[in-house]
Structure formats: structure tokens, C-alpha cells
């Protein structure tokens, strides 16, 4: 009988966080949304480094402190992006409009760490996994050969 690998139990669990009367999973993220905002959170990161003129903590705080407003602002578009894969009526605005800035910056933290969470755990789990040996009659895809 043929092994099967079952993928689904990569699935991290169910983690939901309510954030403006919507919820949000952020136990399992799918790759439509988990790829897309990783890399407008590493474009923001860039973004901000530059603006601050280095990597140093000292010059993100500087950075933090003379661009305050920039800086909320991007946070709250990151959020709002996040938001509209889920639902696609949210906006910045009504981001901005409805939520305090505790609650952005809560959401924000949460969300890059269950990308992070979501990230670390297939990469171990795909560790785990490229000692199996094949066993039926399909191609061998852990070696990319038939």
C-alpha cells in the first residue's frame, strides 16, 4: 500500500484574533497572504533602515522619534493589507479611522509573529520529512527524480 504524506497536518493550529469586529486567523496563515505581506514587512524594515541612515538600534529609535507619523502610518497600512486578504473592504482609513494605535501596533506584533510561527514550523517540519523514503508508484519528489 502506498505511504501517504499528509500535508494538512503542517497546518499550525487554530489561533483567531478579533481586531474591529472581524476575526482574524493567525494560527494558520495561507501563502496567499503569508508571502505578500513578509515581503512588504521586509520592504518596510528596508524603507525605515535607510530613513534612519542604519541598522543600530540608536539610529531606529532617532528614526522612530523624528517620523513618528510616518512610522504609525506605515504600520497601519501593513495592518490594513494584512486585513484585506481576509476582507477585502478594509481600508487604511477605516484602520486609522477605528482603531487605537495599541491596537494597530498589537495587531502588527501579532501578525509578524505567527508569519515567523508558521515560517519555523515548516521549516522543521520539512526537516523531518527528507529522511522518507518512497513508497509508491509515483515520482520520488524529495529528490526531484522519477
Do not use: W
Not at 499550525?12 to 474591529?20: C, G, I, Q, T
Not at 543600530?56 to 528614526?63: G, I, Q, T
Not at 506605515?74 to 490594513?80: L, R
Amino acid at each position: 500500500m502506498p505511504e501517504l504524506l499528509n500535508l494538512d497536518a503542517l497546518r499550525a493550529p487554530s489561533r483567531k484574533v478579533r481586531f474591529l469586529g472581524r476575526d482574524y486567523e493567525l494560527g494558520y496563515i495561507p501563502a496567499g497572504a503569508a508571502i505578500p505581506i513578509y515581503d512588504a514587512y521586509t520592504r518596510l524594515l528596508e524603507k525605515q533602515t535607510r530613513e534612519a541612515g542604519g541598522q543600530d538600534v540608536a539610529a531606529h529609535l532617532r528614526y522612530a522619534e523624528t517620523h513618528a507619523g510616518d512610522v504609525v502610518e506605515d504600520t497601519i497600512g501593513f495592518v490594513a493589507r494584512f486585513c484585506s486578504f481576509f476582507y477585502p473592504e478594509v481600508t487604511c482609513e477605516e484602520v486609522a479611522r477605528d482603531a487605537s494605535k495599541d491596537m494597530v501596533d498589537a495587531f502588527f506584533v501579532e501578525i509578524i509573529g505567527a508569519i515567523v510561527r508558521n515560517s519555523a514550523a515548516g521549516k522543521a517540519s520539512g526537516e523531518e520529512r527528507r529522511d522518507t523514503k518512497k513508497n509508491g508508484t509515483g515520482p520520488d519528489l524529495s529528490t526531484g527524480s522519477a
